[in-house]
């Protein structure tokens, strides 16, 4: 059950694009000002992010061209979406506002002289030649006075055509930009309203009154960095894993952990695996930070339709001798109670200790930190011409200071088979190390009860 790392695209082709334009809601909308929660404001959160569609040619939508109808969907989301076509401001203590302008998001037609089938099975992140996909326009990535969208949409010479975003972090989630554009796909479809109004209502996310921590938040420790964790030259791995690979890591959760989810394995898995390749101090502490959707954390739950910044980052922790010498079940544990310290009042205490340590920012020494879109549902969105090839994230990791980032994604291989591509970012060194450790944990055999039996590991 050998598993391939997924090679680069080394795809050229030659993009023709049309100057960046304004696009505004197509009618007036209010001019005020609007507070972030205290969730969005966050330190963590002050990037871009870029996010990437591929959509096949479909003969039923033949002669209609994919730019004019998605240029004018956007404008009519904008009505209901009104605060994207603001800009952001910063008030005393750094404090982000959003100032509601109507000024609009920048908006760039582009002709591409390649069809989709010569990307091949290079669908998943880092997409190839984004540059072309997305162009960066000059001044337009600041977090404060910009355009908080940036959209290229690129005809491929096949009639398919590329979808490709990027959004400032501070304003949305992945939950909340996949249900601003599933809007402008209603939109694209003849909708005259949202199916799914859309929810401001950020004070639900904000510090209480006065702001108390009443849990731990190891994910802001000061730590220092060290020497024993080698990231430089780092380059993506990446490699596919369809339902019976997944199974095969399974085979590796003790019984009294077989509600695991797909996400626990995984990440416990990759996160030992990571930490054998780079061979840190065994006696260091190391550590893995993932996002957690808190909708439904609270009481009541977020109301649907919310799209700010829901999320709060989850950490488990332990020294690398105990990660690496243990069995998977070990990681899988730590994942699971991680995930299960996110409670209502773990929300409320992490977003009252966001503001009392105002702009704090998590702390990514010796830390393995992935993102799972897999359920966000980028491929279900459609302009006209169906779900997505691919939908999701167009680069591995945007954010500053990336260290050992990684995500999972939707993806379907060139046979048909329907599965999850994980990149991670490693030292190009370690690739070797990795990938033979993650077979090992495949190939070895499976557990049952509460054996623990560790799995055999190079170090």
Not at 45 to 57: L, M, P, S
Not at 199 to 225: G, I, K, M, Y
Not at 271 to 296: E, G
């Amino acid at each position: 059950m050998a598993i391939m790392a997924l090679s680069p695209s080394s795809l050229a082709f030659t993009v023709q694009r049309s100057e960046p334009e304004l696009v505004t809601p197509t009618k007036p909308t209010p001019h005020e000002f609007k507070q972030l929660s205290d969730l969005d404001d966050q330190e963590s959160f002050r990037f871009q992010i870029g996010v990437i569609q591929f959509y096949r040619c479909d003969p039923s939508m033949h002669g209609k061209d994919p730019v004019k109808i998605i240029r004018e969907a956007l404008a009519q989301a904008l009505v209901f979406y009104y605060p994207f076509a603001g800009r952001l401001r910063e008030g005393p203590g750094r404090k982000l506002i959003l100032e509601c302008t109507g000024e609009g998001v920048i908006f760039i037609e582009a002709d591409a002289d390649v069809t989709l089938e010569q990307f091949g099975d290079a669908l998943y992140p880092p997409i190839p030649c984004m540059d072309k996909l997305l162009y960066d326009v000059p001044g337009s990535g600041e977090i404060l006075h910009c355009p908080l969208l940036l959209i290229q949409v690129t005809r491929l010479r096949c009639g398919g055509f590329i979808f490709a975003l990027r959004q400032n972090h501070t304003i949305c989630d992945a939950i909340g930009i996949v249900q601003f554009m599933s809007t402008m796909g209603e939109m694209a479809r003849g909708y005259c309203i949202p199916s799914i109004p859309p929810v401001w209502q950020r004070d639900l996310l904000s510090a209480r009154n006065p702001p108390r921590v009443t849990c731990t938040h190891h994910q802001f420790d000061e730590l220092p960095d060290t020497d024993d964790y080698p990231l430089q030259n780092m380059v993506p791995c990446t490699f596919f894993l369809d339902s019976t690979k997944v199974n095969a890591i399974r085979k590796h959760v003790p019984g009294h952990l077989n509600q695991c989810s797909t996400f626990d394995i995984l990440t416990a898995c990759i996160w030992r695996c990571s930490t054998i390749a780079l061979k840190p101090d065994l006696d260091s502490q190391v550590r893995v930070i993932f996002p957690v959707n808190v909708r439904a954390k609270l009481s009541p739950s977020l109301p649907t339709g919310y799209y700010g910044n829901a999320v709060v980052f989850a950490v488990a922790m332990t020294m690398a001798r105990k990660l690496c010498e243990n069995p998977l079940g070990y990681a899988i544990e730590l994942v699971k109670t991680a995930k299960a310290n996110v409670t209502m009042e773990y929300v409320r205490s992490y977003t009252d200790l966001v503001v009392i340590k105002d702009k704090l920012d998590v702390n990514r020494v010796r830390c393995y930190l992935p993102t799972d879109v897999t359920r966000v549902g980028f491929e279900e969105v459609d302009f006209g011409w169906g779900k997505a090839v691919y939908g999701g994230p167009a680069n591995l990791w945007n954010g500053p200071n990336p260290k050992l980032a990684s995500s999972y994604t939707s993806f379907s291989n060139g046979k048909g088979k329907n599965g999850i591509v994980v990149s991670i970012l490693l030292p190009k060194v370690t690739h070797e190390i990795f990938m033979k450790e993650l077979e090992g944990t495949l190939k070895g055999p499976a557990i049952g009860g509460l054996s623990t039996t560790p799995i055999k590991s190079s170090m």
